[in-house]
């Protein structure tokens, strides 16, 4: 006992015990190079859950919007050496704080010794506010369209992999600083069905208007509607893999489509891996693998991507 009341003198010089009892400590604690005054009246057990605390005004403005979290480490403090030390953390943190957001970018604080958890609040709001163009762009694509990848994505997520129909999609890249540009785009499906998209898109590039909607200046560009979510289920253009009969496997969906316009039998690449490698009649070169469809025997290729199978 004797050593905590110690360190308290050492700590915090100006906050001192008014009676015999210790129940009452009045003083000041230096915070943001200025002194505040404070009051804490302890029941006589001492017990800092029961305390009340007297601020100053200007003690008061500084810590509005911490009511909570003062309450909460006057319940949880062993001492009161300890709540001051974390009264003191809220006013005049030694170092910036780790943050953590679901943010699409980095979350770069700015930090001086004269900051406080309020500044970076305000940063994160302004942050917010940013990213608001980006996060408009990617819910109107949620809500109009069919997502196949990611299947619940997170606000930090910049890719979506759209429905076109006829077991093709398209993979988008946005660029979360300038979310009406146009994005990266990757189509995947049979050749006869993603081909004239992409030439479509070449063809008409230079109709992307950043003044409009990316999704809209997507249907401009590709000469499409996408199949809507208010019209179509899920399952009309979703088709499970051709060799292991499921949609999904270890998170992926089947991105592989047979290029006969006959067949066009979606598979997971792994499943297509394990399948072309197990027949005698196929070939590899690189990363590209040459054999038989599963289904109608026709010619498939299976272009290896960067995930190992």
């Not at 009161?80 to 953590?100: G, H, I, R």
């Not at 500044?119 to 990213?131: G, K, N, R, Y």
Request: aromatic share 10%; proline share 7%.
């Amino acid at each position: 006992m004797a050593e905590t009341e110690a360190s308290l003198l050492r700590q915090f010089p100006l906050f001192l015990p008014q009676n015999r009892a210790k129940t009452v400590y009045e003083g000041f604690i230096s915070a943001q190079g200025r002194d505040f005054h404070l009051r804490i009246l302890l029941p006589e057990d001492l017990q800092l859950k029961n305390a009340r605390l007297l601020c100053s005004w200007q003690l008061r403005t500084v810590l509005n919007g911490y009511h909570q979290i003062i309450q909460q480490r006057m319940q949880h403090s062993p001492d009161l050496l300890s709540f001051m030390m974390e009264l003191k953390m809220v006013l005049y943190p030694a170092e910036s704080p780790d943050c953590f957001v679901d943010f699409p970018v980095s979350f770069s604080v700015s930090w001086t010794p004269q900051s406080s958890l309020i500044s970076i609040h305000s940063q994160f709001l302004a942050a917010l506010e940013s990213l608001k163009a980006f996060w408009d762009v990617m819910d109107e694509i949620d809500e109009k369209t069919w997502v196949l990848e990611p299947e619940k994505p997170t606000r930090s997520a910049t890719s979506r992999r759209i429905a076109l129909g006829n077991n093709a999609s398209i993979n988008i890249e946005v660029d979360p600083m300038h979310p009406t540009m146009l994005p990266e785009c990757c189509f995947l499906g049979a050749d006869h069905v993603v081909k004239p998209l992409g030439i479509k898109l070449s063809r008409n590039i230079h109709l992307w208007d950043p003044e409009n909607s990316l999704l809209q200046n997507l249907k401009d560009v590709l000469e499409i509607d996408f199949p809507a979510r208010a019209i179509l289920e899920k399952s009309d253009f979703s088709m499970d893999c051709g060799i292991c009969y499921a949609y999904q496997l270890d998170g992926a969906i089947p991105d592989q489509v047979c290029d006969n316009s006959q067949c066009g039998q979606p598979f997971h690449q792994i499943c297509l891996y394990e399948w072309l490698r197990g027949l005698l009649t196929s070939r590899q070169s690189f990363n590209i693998i040459f054999g038989e469809c599963p289904y109608c025997s026709k010619p498939i290729t299976l272009k290896m991507s960067g995930r190992k199978p």
